[in-house]
């Protein structure tokens, strides 16, 4: 079975810079839809930041774009969101997560639409 494992979460200040990574066992990890989720407290747990197979794709979330950068490493099977200038309201825990083909019915924005997860990392912005 697949696993993620997310790392790189911390206490920033707000306008400062975080890089999350992701690393997934597996060796069809070139094959796989990859997203970042997140969750406030007291929230639902919403959409970040997502990037098709290929790499040639990527979606964002309205309240990250022009902010966060999702890239990915095949050669590593590990994928990173990039956060700068990073606000309060940022402040959540930060989810992983992958998705297998086929891709035809995928929502890059649904959470159900995912297959594997990784444990939540903590970001915490300090205004």
């Known amino acids: 079975q697949v696993q993620l494992v997310e790392s790189g979460g911390g206490l920033v200040q707000a306008g400062g810079s975080l890089r999350l990574s992701c690393e997934a066992s597996g060796r069809t990890f070139s094959r796989y839809a990859l997203g970042w989720f997140r969750q406030a407290p007291g929230k639902e747990r919403e959409f970040v930041a997502a990037i098709s197979s290929s790499g040639g794709s990527t979606y964002y979330a309205d309240s990250v774009k022009g902010r966060f950068t999702i890239s990915r490493d095949n050669a590593k099977s590990t994928w990173y969101l990039q956060m700068t200038s990073l606000k309060a309201e940022d402040t959540a825990v930060y989810y992983c997560?992958?998705?297998?083909?086929?891709?035809?019915?995928?929502?890059?924005?649904?959470?159900?639409?995912?297959?594997?997860w990784g444990q939540g990392t903590q970001v915490t912005v300090s205004s």
């Open positions: 997560a992958a998705r297998a083909p086929p891709f035809t019915a995928w929502r890059t924005g649904s959470s159900n639409d995912y297959d594997y």
